[in-house]
C-alpha cells in the first residue's frame, strides 16, 4: 500500500467573481507564537479546506476520525472556531506505564505454556505494538522460533514516515518481549506469551515517555490503512490518558473504535492509578476494547492463594457506567528485555536491570495489558476465524475471578471484571455472543447512537450494577451489556437509574466518588498521554 504524504504545503488560487485571492498553505507570521491542536469536522474534505483558508500550519493527516493536526496562530484558532460543523481539540501530551530472577511464570500463570507444548506459539498472527519504540536488534525479539526476521513493518508516527523507530524509552521494547520473546528462561519456557507472531513496530512515545493525541492518532491511522497489507490482527495499546469528555467525544477514542470497527482487536491497559474507584483511562474507557487490569503473584507464583489484585491498578466503572477493567493478568514484577545502556528506563531505575544487563523487571497494567495482547495472539492462532468481539467474549467467558477462603469474591467487579485471564481456557472456550452485547460501534462512531453500562452507585457512595439479578460470571456476562445512553434517565442526587444488586462482597468505596462531580469536563483544548507512569514492583 502507498504512504501518505503526512506533510504538504501548497498554494491554491481561489477566485471570487473578477478578484483572484492566493492562499498560502502554512504560512504564518513568524513572529507570533503558535499552538497545536487537532481539527476535526463533518468531513475530511471540509477540515483541509478550513485550514487551508486560515493558513494554518497542516502537520499531521488524521484522516480516520476526519480530523488533522495543525500549528496555528491565535488569530488563525479563532478564525477556525467560527466555520460551522468543525471541533477543535488541544493536542497535548500522552505517556506510558512501568526483582526476582529471570524466569517465565507471567506464561505459567496464563496457561501459555501449555498451548505452547500443543504447537499454539502465534504463527501467523501479526500483532502490532504502538509505543516508545523496539529495540529490534536484539534477537530474542527480532527473530521468531525458527530464526526469522518477524519484524514486518515499522512506522515511526513521530516523524510520519515509514522508517526504523527505535526505542530510546525501554517501555516499548520491554512489551514486545512480553508479548513475544524467544529468550529461554531457566526452566527452559520461552518468556514470551506469543513468541512466533510476527511484530509491527508503530512508535508514538519519545524518549521521556510522552506523546500527543496527534502522534498516536497518526499511528493508528496507519495500522488501519495497512491492515490488510500486513494481517493486523491485535494492538497493544499500554498508555494512558485522563478523560476529558465522553467516550465517544474523545479523538484518541475514536480512532481507537475505527481500529476495532475495521476487524482489530485492541487490548489497552486500565492505568495505574489505581486503587480508587473511576481512574480508568483513554483509550482504556472505551467499551468495546479489552481493558486490562493488574494482579500480581506476591512472590510466590506456585502459591496461588495469596495472590493479590496490584494496588495501583485502575478500576471502574466508566463515567458512563461501563464495568472496567474486563479482565485482570499478571503485571506484577514482569520480566522482560530492556538494554540499560540505551533505555531510560533502565537508567532512572538501575536496581531493576538483571544480571544479564539486557533484562528488567517491571510492574503496571502496561505489562498485564502486554500479557493479554499475546494471549490474544495465541487465541487466534488457534482459531483464526474469530472475530474481535468474539475473542472479547472468549477471554471473559474463560477467566475466573478472585475469592477468598470463604469462596466470596476478593475483589469487586469493578477492579477485577471477570477475573484473572486464562489462554488455555480461552482456545477451550466455545462461548460466543458475550461480547459487547447491545452495542454497535459503526453506530457510535457516526453519531447516531452512544451507549452506556449498567453501573450505579447508591447514596451511601458503593457502586452496584443496575437491573443484575446478583452477579452473572459465566450467563451471557449481563454486566459486560451496553444500552442506549440517554441524558434523561440520570438525576443530580446520586444519579440513581434504578433498584439494582448492591455489589457488597468485594472492595466497596464510599469516599464522596460523586458521579456528578466526578469529572469536570475540560473546554476540549487539553489532550496528554503518556505511557504508564512508573510504579514500585509488586
Not at 482456545?427 to 447516531?448: P, R, T
Request: one cysteine or more; glycine letters at 10%; aromatic letters at 8%.
Amino acid at each position: 500500500m502507498a504512504n501518505k504524504q503526512y506533510l504538504r504545503s501548497f498554494t491554491a488560487i481561489a477566485a471570487t467573481g473578477m478578484l483572484a485571492v492566493s492562499l498560502t498553505f502554512g504560512i504564518k507570521d513568524s513572529s507570533e507564537p503558535t499552538q497545536a491542536v487537532i481539527v476535526q469536522g463533518d468531513t475530511y474534505a471540509l477540515v483541509l479546506e478550513a485550514i487551508h483558508q486560515t493558513g494554518a500550519t497542516l502537520t499531521h493527516e488524521l484522516d480516520i476520525i476526519n480530523a488533522a493536526g495543525v500549528d496555528l496562530t491565535q488569530h488563525q484558532l479563532d478564525q477556525l472556531q467560527q466555520i460551522d460543523g468543525l471541533r477543535i481539540h488541544a493536542d497535548a501530551g500522552v505517556k506510558t506505564a512501568g526483582g526476582p530472577k529471570p524466569n517465565a511464570e507471567h506464561v505459567k500463570l496464563i496457561g501459555a505454556d501449555q498451548l505452547h507444548a500443543q504447537g499454539i506459539d502465534g504463527t501467523g498472527i501479526t500483532v502490532a505494538v504502538l509505543d516508545t519504540g523496539m529495540w529490534y536488534s536484539h534477537n530474542d525479539i527480532k527473530r521468531d522460533l525458527d530464526g526469522n526476521n518477524r519484524i514486518v513493518a515499522e512506522y515511526d508516527a513521530i516523524r510520519g514516515k515509514e522508517a526504523h523507530a527505535a526505542d530510546k524509552h525501554g517501555h516499548g521494547t520491554h512489551l514486545s518481549s512480553i508479548i513475544a520473546s524467544t529468550q529461554l528462561s531457566d526452566d527452559g519456557n520461552v518468556q514470551g506469551i506469543a513468541p512466533n507472531v510476527n511484530l509491527i513496530n508503530v512508535k508514538a512515545f519519545g524518549e521521556d515517555g510522552s506523546s500527543t493525541y496527534a502522534d498516536v492518532i497518526r499511528g493508528l491511522d496507519w495500522i488501519v490503512d495497512n491492515k490488510d497489507e500486513y494481517d493486523i490482527r491485535v494492538v497493544n495499546l499500554s498508555f494512558s490518558s485522563a478523560p476529558q469528555s465522553h467516550y465517544w467525544d474523545d479523538p484518541l477514542n475514536q480512532a481507537v473504535m475505527k481500529a476495532w470497527e475495521a476487524g482489530i482487536v485492541i487490548v489497552a491497559s486500565a492505568g495505574n492509578n489505581g486503587p480508587d474507584a473511576m481512574t480508568i483511562g483513554v483509550p482504556g474507557n472505551v467499551p468495546y476494547v479489552i481493558t486490562v487490569g493488574a494482579m500480581t503473584d506476591n512472590y510466590t507464583p506456585g502459591n496461588a492463594n495469596d495472590d493479590l489484585l496490584a494496588s495501583f491498578s485502575s478500576a471502574g466503572p466508566t463515567y458512563e457506567g461501563f464495568v472496567k477493567p474486563e479482565v485482570v493478568a499478571p503485571g506484577g514484577h514482569i520480566l522482560g528485555i530492556m538494554d540499560d545502556g540505551n533505555h531510560q528506563i533502565a537508567d532512572d531505575h538501575p536496581e531493576w536491570v538483571q544480571e544479564n544487563p539486557r533484562l528488567y523487571v517491571m510492574s503496571g497494567t502496561s505489562q498485564s495489558a502486554a500479557v493479554v495482547t499475546g494471549a490474544v495472539a495465541l487465541l487466534l492462532d488457534a482459531k483464526p476465524w474469530l472475530s474481535p468481539d468474539d475473542v472479547k467474549c472468549q477471554l471473559m467467558a474463560s477467566a475466573q475471578p478472585a475469592r477468598d477462603a470463604n469462596g466470596d469474591l476478593a475483589y469487586s467487579v469493578f477492579q477485577q471484571g471477570a477475573g484473572m485471564i486464562n489462554a488455555k481456557r480461552a482456545v477451550d472456550s466455545q462461548d460466543l455472543g458475550c461480547g459487547n452485547n447491545g452495542l454497535n460501534v459503526s453506530a457510535d462512531l457516526a453519531g447516531i447512537a452512544h451507549f452506556g453500562g449498567l453501573a450505579n452507585r447508591d447514596s451511601d457512595g458503593n457502586y452496584y450494577l443496575s437491573g443484575v439479578d446478583g452477579y452473572l460470571w459465566a450467563d451471557g456476562y449481563l454486566w459486560a451489556d451496553g444500552y442506549l445512553w440517554a441524558d434523561s434517565e440520570f438525576t443530580s442526587s446520586g444519579y440513581l437509574w434504578a433498584d439494582g444488586y448492591l455489589w457488597a462482597d468485594g472492595y466497596l468505596w464510599a469516599d464522596g466518588y460523586l458521579w456528578a462531580d466526578g469529572y469536570l469536563w475540560a473546554d476540549g483544548l487539553s489532550r496528554a498521554a503518556s505511557v504508564n507512569g512508573w510504579v514500585e514492583q509488586e
